[in-house]
């Protein structure tokens, strides 16, 4: 257990919908990053936030957005959904204290199905 | 962000251990050499990291040769729930709040009984 939280496990819903993935960080983490894993495409970085703020972005498409509270919890926001958006959702997080130690620790992931 | 190169697949005896090379040939001097994992459709976890130095764990060594420019992950004695797809990742020194992990292929490790 990794200590990172993801909810839904699995989200089944259709295209043209929206939904909200959301990601509990550990304790004490402050940076939340979100990445996507396809088939066809592997593991890719979508976006990271640090204390509430955006801190990176990769390959986010501009349907999907993402923001992180006060509390440091994270939702990723995906809308117009289409069918290629079918894919798993990670989150993780880091405590991002310095260069050395920035190790990061993944959820287990939303199952995001698009019929 | 350096650049890696792993072998797409490897088998490995239950109770041997397992080594899993990297090349990172383009490493510059302030990036380190990261290594996850990912058990089939579970979240990528986390193995070990080092700079320069050779790094052990409860989990693995790290043994980085002194040019920088490969590594090798050795887990010890490799049990069957070690089959996993397994990332070598070099990644930036930013500062602490920066960071993404970029995942290529990986190296499927496939430890047989």
């Known amino acids: 257990d990794s200590g990172v939280t993801q909810t839904p496990k699995h989200l089944i819903t259709a295209t043209g919908q929206r939904v909200t993935l959301r990601c509990s960080p550990r304790s004490g983490d402050l940076s939340v990053y979100w990445y996507q894993q396809s088939l066809d495409q592997g593991l890719q970085f979508l976006i990271q936030?640090?204390?509430?703020?955006?801190?990176a972005k990769g390959n986010i498409l501009e349907r999907f957005s993402a923001q992180q509270f006060p509390d440091l919890h994270s939702e990723l926001n995906l809308s117009s959904l289409e069918l290629g958006d079918s894919a798993l959702y990670f989150c993780?997080?880091?405590?991002?204290?310095?260069?050395?130690?920035?190790?990061?620790?993944f959820g287990p992931g939303t199952r995001l199905t698009v019929l | 962000d350096a650049k890696t190169t792993q072998p797409p697949s490897m088998d490995c005896a239950e109770g041997r251990a397992a080594n899993l090379p990297c090349n990172h040939s383009?490493?510059?001097?302030?990036?380190?050499v990261y290594w996850y994992r990912q058990i089939h459709s579970q979240g990528p976890q986390y193995i070990i990291h080092?700079?320069?130095n050779n790094e052990t764990n409860e989990m693995a060594s790290l043994i980085i040769t002194e040019d920088r420019k490969s590594s090798t992950l050795i887990l010890p004695h490799a049990t069957l729930r070690d089959t996993a797809v397994y990332y070598c990742i070099v990644r930036g020194g930013y500062g602490g709040s920066q960071g993404n992990l970029i995942f290529g292929k990986g190296t499927k490790l496939s430890v047989k009984p």
């Open positions: 993780a997080s880091s405590v991002a204290k310095d260069r050395a130690h920035n190790e990061q620790f």
């Open positions: 080092g700079l320069k």
């Open positions: 936030y640090y204390n509430g703020e955006e801190r």
């Open positions: 383009t490493i510059s001097g302030n990036e380190y």
